[in-house]
T-cell receptor
Framework: DQQVKQNSPSLSVQEGRISILNCDYT??????FLWYKKYPAEGPTFLIS?????DKNEDGRFTVFLNKSAKHLSLHIVPSQPGDSAVYFC???????????FGTGTKLQVIP | NAGVTQTPKFQVLKTGQSMTLQCAQD?????MYWYRQDPGMGLRLIYY???????DKGEVPNGYNVSRLNKREFSLRLESAAPSQTSVYFC??????????FGEGSRLTVL
């Protein structure tokens, strides 16, 4: 039972445009959400997070939006750069924040 | 500053063989994790250790055992390897709210 779902396996965007990566979750107990970025042959790296008490969090070119009623979050990258080409994982946690559940990932390609 | 170090980086096993993946972190983090990454499946949690002396099962614990040797080290053991355990394994550590620091991964092939 996949509690965190990323329904788009891949996404291609032109350099300079906006990239929007989506994530849905089913467990209503999740109250903290994260995005990770992964390059080939490397471990994932933390990108940005959001608590369920917020609906938006920004960090430079990256913004995460949370819609709790829809159990949906999205990551916006503006403007997209070729170096953003990577696999992006959505993740969620709850309670003691010790168990982190990941989605299946979306491979983003930013075309120069 | 090494962060999270995993060994070995590559390993080929025959079905039925055993092996241990080692993980060490130098960031004084309380929590440590083992994930596996498979195509189309994302990152799936095998076991985690919220603090020294405790371990808990994740989503896919069958066929694995873990040991939290001390605060720095968290090992993953395959007692009798199966082809279904062919995967890339990631160790991670965390001090706060899911912000995990990952190692570079260990690629395991079971023939």
């Amino acid at each position: 039972d996949q509690q965190v779902k990323q329904n788009s396996p891949s996404l291609s965007v032109q350099e300079g445009r906006i990239s929007i990566l989506n994530c849905d979750y089913t467990n209503s107990m999740f109250d903290y959400f994260l995005w990770y970025k992964k390059y080939p042959a490397e471990g994932p790296t933390f990108l940005i997070s959001i608590s369920s008490i917020k609906d938006k969090n920004e960090d430079g070119r990256f913004t995460v939006f949370l819609n709790k009623s829809a159990k949906h979050l999205s990551l916006h990258i503006v403007p997209s750069q070729p170096g953003d080409s990577a696999v992006y994982f959505c993740a969620a946690t709850s309670g003691g924040y010790q168990k982190v559940t990941f989605g299946t990932g979306t491979k983003l390609q930013v075309i120069p | 500053n090494a962060g999270v170090t995993q060994t070995p980086k590559f390993q080929v096993l025959k079905t039925g063989q055993s092996m241990t993946l080692q993980c060490a972190q130098d960031m004084n983090h309380n929590s440590m994790y083992w994930y596996r990454q498979d195509p189309g499946m994302g990152l799936r949690l095998i076991y985690y250790s919220a603090s020294e002396g405790t371990t808990d099962k994740g989503e896919v614990p069958n066929g694995y055992n873990v040991s939290r040797l001390n605060k720095r080290e968290f090992s993953l053991r395959l007692e009798s390897a199966a082809p279904s355990q062919t995967s890339v394994y990631f160790c991670a550590s965390s001090v706060y709210r899911g912000s995990l620091f990952f190692g570079e991964g260990s690629r395991l092939t079971v023939l």
